[in-house]
């Protein structure tokens, strides 16, 4: 028993069995909370829910239908801001900064990255809630699009970095100048990388609570345009989570099912895409 | 003479990688450049159409000249230059897009011809002239990366055919090919030099051998010799040469 090769054996297996717990433990998370969440919300979750506004207190029944709106609104919003800002900035980064410029860049953002989203709630309520002078659809969406940068330029800057060198060569040796052989060669080759990339970053920011509170702020009815405060999903949630009323309670995770459903299908769409693309490299 | 070096020094930031060299590259012929990895002769293909340019801190000193036309002077458009000097790479570089837009890229960007029926016809030329035409004029709109790797290779020597260039660049352009298509290049080597300026690269001292009329041998970036390929082959000047060739080290 004691001869060094049971104990190693033994090693061996505790080892084994220690690791392995820890990754069911770990993989096993995600399946509790999707099967809480059905067994708690799955039986709030119908028609209404979709298409009707909240129930007056003391009513029953009523939807969420304001508040699906008005996450998506904010997302459009976000992807205006973030997208555009996050892609061009990953292209500089990639392809025409230097190494000091790029470098600061890259910590810059990476800063920007690790700010708690109820810094970013506080800035945007500084900046525009205040300016503005009330709530809005405009805060929620700036709050939103600025935590979305530097998770793009981030994911548009490795894509694009993963585009062999010999492609570049290749262009610009056919008389292709920078920009024109990044833009129809080294961009087209990386598109599915970065779309996959701002996919994720938008399915991170589509479940942020706090950069919501003080800027959409919430709203239990419909919220025409862009400049009232409005509902949204994360922030519904959390309104009729901690309230006194269990049929809310069922409410909320209800939508917990279905802003975790979104985030879901939006990041296995974003795999997908990538398994096309190494495919099509890979020829 | 269609290319002439003087004296060049190339460094990369503080390490110096070729020293001194010059020689002459003739008109439609096929010059070779051999010599063990790592003495420069990439360095030196490279400096031919400034591709050196792209890596940072890269610095040459001395003159090359195109046409009797300095391509390091300031009015130089490296664009254009570019396009007269054309490149093939190591490990073929297709991208990632059809057949068809892969030889059309070159005449798109450079503005050959406008007009479908025009780009059409050369995309025909250049593939018959890299002898793929047959291989693929059944499948020109399906991604590049469908082919097999000579054939990709070939596609790439069409794409660099189809902008017209004078001066052929080739950076051991069937060191990652197997044997038959190795000799499919060889011979599209060969057939190509009525029409350009060919300077290879290439490790295999049988290939130079078999496809140059020049032979440039580099060692620890200095251009040792420099002769007709049969010379160098048979009666080599320089020790170091001789060695080399017959394998004794390198």
Known sequence: ?283 | MKINVGRVNFYYGKQQALYDVSTRIRQQAVTALIGPSGCGKSTFLRSLNRMNDLIPGARLEGKVELDGEDIYSDEMDVIHLRRRVGMIFQRSNPFPMSVYDNVAYGVRVNKLARKRLEVDEIVEKTLRAAALWEEVKDRLHRSAMSLSGGQQQRLCIARALAVEPEVLLMDEPASALDPISTAKIEELIYNLKQSYTIVVVTHNMQQAARISDETGFFLNGRLVEFNETKRIFTAPAVRETEDYITGRFG
């Open chain 1, 1 to 283: 028993m004691n001869s060094p090769r049971t104990r190693r054996r033994m090693t061996n297996i505790v080892m084994f069995a220690i690791t392995g717990a820890c990754t069911l433990g770990a993989v096993s998370v995600l399946f509790f909370i999707l099967g809480y969440l059905l067994w708690q919300g799955g039986h709030a979750l119908n028609l209404d829910f979709f298409t009707k506004l909240p129930a007056p207190v003391g009513e029953t029944g009523g939807g969420f239908a304001n508040a699906i709106l008005g996450s998506a609104k904010l997302l459009v919003l976000a992807s205006l801001i973030g997208i555009p800002i996050g892609f061009l900035g990953g292209v500089y980064l990639a392809e025409f900064g230097g190494t000091t410029p790029a470098f600061v860049v890259r910590y810059t953002t990476d800063l920007l990255n690790g700010v708690p989203s109820i810094v970013m709630g506080i800035f945007a309520y500084r900046i525009v809630v205040v300016t503005m002078g009330h709530f809005s659809t405009l805060a929620g969406g700036i709050a939103l699009g600025v935590m979305m940068i530097p998770i793009a330029v981030r994911s548009t800057e490795e894509f694009l970095r993963a585009v062999p060198n010999t492609l570049r060569e290749g262009a610009l040796a056919l008389g292709a100048t920078k920009w024109r052989a990044v833009a129809t060669v080294v961009i087209p080759a990386a598109l599915p990388g970065i779309i996959t990339g701002i996919l994720l970053a938008l399915a991170r920011v589509a479940g942020e609570t706090a950069p919501l509170l003080f800027t959409a702020f919430g709203n239990l009815f419909w919220s025409p345009g862009w400049n009232q405060p409005t509902a949204s999903l994360p922030d519904t949630i959390f309104k009729y989570a901690i309230a006194p009323y269990e049929d809310w309670h069922q409410q909320a995770w209800a939508a917990g099912l279905v802003l975790l459903t979104l985030v879901l299908v939006v990041n296995i769409a974003a795999r997908f895409i990538l398994r096309r693309q190494r495919r099509d490299l890979r020829g």
